[in-house]
């Protein structure tokens, strides 16, 4: 009787051994993933912002794209007017 207790309380401490080490493993991975989390919700918060960067940028260029549209049909207006004058004049000098 005395022997199984002893086998019994043996196998009770390496089955707490095994459950301490075991925890501690445990408590490294949770610190790694934590640790990997924090990172990519930096890089998330990160990405956010550049994000919200080129939207900006963006808009900013469309918005020069039709200034620059607006300019190129005014200044094609203005080509086609010369155009008419300068057949105008040729007309005058050839009569």
């Given amino acids: 009787m005395m022997l199984i207790k002893k086998l019994q309380k043996r196998m009770t401490k390496i089955k707490l051994q095994e459950k301490v080490i075991l ?6 991975i949770i ?3 934590n640790q990997k989390i924090d990172h990519l919700e930096k890089d998330n918060k990160e990405m956010a912002n550049i994000e919200k960067q080129h939207k900006y ?3 900013e260029l469309h918005k020069e794209v039709a200034n620059l549209n607006k300019k190129i049909e005014h200044l094609k207006k203005e080509n086609t007017i010369f155009k008419e004058h ?3 004049e040729a007309l005058k000098n050839k009569i």
């Avoid at 925890?23 to 490294?28: G, M, T």
């Fill in 57 to 59: 940028m963006n808009g």
């Fill in 23 to 28: 925890d501690k493993e445990h408590q490294n």
């Fill in 86 to 88: 300068l057949q105008a």
């Fill in 31 to 33: 610190a790694a993933l």
